[in-house]
């Protein structure tokens, strides 16, 4: 289970904090909180609709910012959108997420601007010439492996929702990173195999190949050798909603 103090419940047990009051990283922050609880969430949702994207560009100024406001916003919107009972794949799909005026689908949250315009089925290695001017604007200036470790489908085989704030969103990543492999990753000494959490498999070239995967779960799980086979698990589909981390 990944633990950690999280700075960010202070929002729900203090006196309640207008949304224009909010920087953009603790109004996603805010809403996920909210959604946690079953509360109501239109006037924050309003509030991110409210914007316009020059204003989203110039509030996500660091690499920080736009990382715990993105990895928010998609756990805190297929939430929602299950909610309204969209389902597979039309709910990664449909630009259904409303932001500054404009409307993001969640693989363009993922796949556009937390993993910098890549290509969904190409394990990694391609970029995609198809995604808009926005997109890219709005984009990560370099690419962040950890991330795979933080979003989640609603899968049972998906890393359990946690709460990234931009002040601590480094040291979160990498605990959620470290929590998650040593919760999905089986060592075999016997025959020197990794079986290992099937994310990795599809977006191979996001780690560097086997050789980078191989580099991360030694470092992550402590082990002395380098020469192990990695074997990537069966994912598990089924679904399991509102997973929070403890």
Known sequence: MIRWSNTSLHLINTPAIAPSELTLPQLAEQLLLT????KPSRPLEARLMSLTIPELRQALNTEDARKAFWINIYNAYFLLLRQQEWQRPHIFREPLVPIAGTRFSLDEIEHGILRRCRAKWALGYLPSPLFRRSIRQLMLHRADYRIHFALNCGARSCPPIC???????NTQLDLATRGFLEQE??????????????????????????????????RTLGLNQNNWRI???????????????S
């Open 163 to 169: 709460f990234y704030s931009e002040e601590q969103v």
């Open 185 to 218: 990753t089986i060592v075999d000494e016997t025959r020197r195999v990794l079986h290992t959490t099937r994310l990795m498999r599809w977006y191979l070239g996001d780690f560097g190949g086997f050789q980078g995967i191989r580099k991360l779960l030694v």
């Open 35 to 38: 959604l946690r609880h079953r």
């Open 231 to 245: 074997r990537f698990q069966s994912y598990d589909w089924r679904e399991s909603l509102y997973r929070f981390s």
